[in-house]
DNA sequence: TGACAATAGGACTGATCAGTCCATAATCAA
DNA sequence: TTGATTATGGACTGATCAGTCCTATTGTCA
């Protein structure tokens, strides 16, 4: 059937090249050269393989989700308690925000910014994909409300939305340049929030 | 001193009108001769008014934030309470999903997502804005603190950020396309992290 | 009337963009 | 060895970009 030469390249890896520059510089910015350059392809390697620059970046988007996804289901898995996960998913985001390198925010979110009022596609990618992280996060506050962790009176729903409404707060005003200081109060005031009246997660 | 041929346009309208374009799109995907169609100028007079589109871009972002400021603080001086300007406001964000042309985010964050990790200028520009309309907030949240209306327990600081933060996070998932049902719950969590254990405001 | 300034419009530059095409090289199966 | 298939790199296309420059016109004031 199939023979010829075979690939020289890992199609994951390339991806993954993609995905950490059209993360570091969003899609228009990014030029096929610097993808090019990153992915280590020929200009026809990348057309051949993944079509055009808008189906590699919907191919880095699936990617991404799918990696972030499954992150969080493992950090969940193995997670004391389900404050703390919440906590130091937080945390996490915060850190973000000590060096430039890392202080790009979500990949999703920044897509959804710049693309998603004019690219149905993309944007379907990246709802999709912004909905199958809430859905961790929704099976999380359902396990922390049975383990009487977080509010039982309010709808999961709400605690889920109100969740990802403060991550993304939070992923901006990490990548518009606030520090590290004023964020941890805000992280605390978060859990505070999910918990109910109990006194916020240490 | 100077004469010649009068200005015919009005550097104020066109000045919005260029906001609208730039807001509407963003930097790099408003072109010369997007700016030259709203703005109802020639390439010349463009030119010689505002330098470059960059230059005019500044002049767009002082704008914007020097326009929100003053709105903004006339609410506040005209609402009957703190609790309800703070809380208008949330609703005023939430309101703008109901159709796409007035779902395109705050300026300034919009800004500060594309542009500020690669300009400088205009990170200082939007970073000046933001501080400013914090300000404002800061001002109202003192106020509120001192009518009772919000939690005198914690530092007013750190009432802000997490304002601003929630602010972010609200106006994210209006452009990412959430429906204004599930936002108005969040906002009243929101409302009720500002104002302690009292009950969320109605 | 003459100096001055702002207008409009178009030609032009140099750069960059995404994407196509082609000749050549490499690797497979038969 | 041959033919099919794929990889590769560079030349090329057509479009668009911001910005410059030039000419000609229109209006205001001294």
């Known amino acids: 059937m199939t023979s010829g030469r075979p690939r020289e390249f890992d199609i994951d890896r390339a991806l993954e090249a993609a995905t950490r520059q059209f993360w ?6 990014t030029s096929l050269q610097d993808l090019l350059k990153t992915m280590r392809l020929s200009k026809s390697s990348l057309y051949q393989t993944f079509g055009n620059k808008h189906e590699l970046f919907v191919c880095c988007i699936d990617r991404y989700q799918q990696t972030m996804v ?10 004391s308690s ?5 906590h130091d ?17 979500c990949f ?3 897509t959804a910014n710049e693309l998603s009022q004019r690219d149905p596609v ?13 859905e961790v996060f929704r099976q999380a506050i359902e396990q922390g409300k049975q383990q009487k ?13 109100y969740f990802m409404t403060s991550v993304s707060g939070l992923r901006t005003m990490v990548k ?14 978060i859990m505070k929030t999910l918990s109910g009246n109990k006194p916020a997660y240490q």
């Open 89 to 105: 998913f937080l945390e996490g985001v915060i850190s973000q925000a000590k060096n430039c390198s890392t202080r790009k925010g």
């Open 70 to 79: 499954s992150v969080l289901s493992e950090q969940l898995a193995n997670s």
């Open 24 to 29: 570091a510089a969003g899609y228009e910015a």
């Open 108 to 110: 999703l979110v920044n």
């Open 176 to 189: 518009a340049g606030a520090d590290i200081a004023s964020l941890h109060p805000v992280a605390q005031l």
């Open 122 to 134: 993309i944007a379907k990618a990246v709802s999709g994909g912004i909905g199958n992280v809430a």
């Open 149 to 161: 962790e977080l509010d039982s009176a309010l709808p999961t729903e709400n605690l889920v939305d």
């Open 82 to 86: 389900v404050e703390r996960f919440l």
